[in-house]
């Protein structure tokens, strides 16, 4: 009897949705959109759906063999719950950070800016989408960071810049599901064609002439 195999559906969707809308609801906060006294409607956010769904997603694309995917989700998942934590313990005063709490937040923002940069790195030969992704994400990440070091207004910038780059990962999300249900791409991404796809498409013309 043959051994039926079980389809891994494709995880990314689910990441990016949870990065896309936690992102979306923080960065009207960090832009100053809304008014802070409201930001605590984040935290259960960043931990389930950006944090935990996230994270998971980040499980899933380790079976599916895909290093970025992985890397990513489960790293963004991750900061997520971190982010939740560090807002209840600061509101709950189960922490304090201190006199310099500013520049330790900034110490960390400008971290995770660094680890996206060498993340957008490897995005350029992956799909357009994604490399427009981690283009905003670092450079938000940048901002943040100058805003806890240098002045709010870096922050403030941050934060629309946030919301331009959760839209993109909402489109990104949108397309991966959309595509795979119809079969086909209505909603383009910017694939790239390596070098090995456009030798198969030179065989392929070749053989059909």
Do not use: D, R
Not at 91 to 112: F, K, Q, R
Not at 144 to 149: D, F, K, N, R
Request: aromatic residues 16%.
């Amino acid at each position: 009897m043959s051994q039926i195999k079980n389809k891994i559906a494709n995880p990314a969707p689910l990441g990016l949705a949870g990065f896309a809308l936690t992102t979306f609801v923080l960065s009207f906060y960090n832009a100053g959109i809304f008014p802070a006294e409201s930001k605590a409607i984040v935290f259960p956010l960043a931990l389930f759906y950006g944090g935990l769904a996230q994270f998971m997603a980040g499980m899933w694309e380790f079976k599916t063999g895909n290093t970025f995917g992985a890397t990513a989700f489960t790293s963004y998942g991750a900061w997520w719950m971190f982010f939740a934590l560090l807002e209840y313990s600061l509101t709950l005063g189960w922490i304090e950070l201190g006199s310099h709490g500013a520049t330790a937040i900034g110490l960390v923002l400008a971290a995770w800016a660094f680890f996206t940069f060498y993340l957008w790195i490897a995005t350029f030969k992956i799909n357009k989408a994604t490399w427009l992704i981690f283009l905003t994400l670092w450079v938000t990440f940048a901002l943040l960071a100058l805003g806890e070091l240098v002045s709010p207004q870096f922050g403030i910038a941050g934060g629309y810049l946030g919301l331009v780059c959760a839209s993109i990962a909402w489109y990104t999300s949108a397309a991966e599901v959309i595509n795979e249900v119809s079969g086909e791409a209505v909603l383009p991404i910017g694939n790239i064609v390596t070098s090995n796809q456009e030798s198969a498409v030179g065989e392929e013309t070749v053989n059909a002439s």
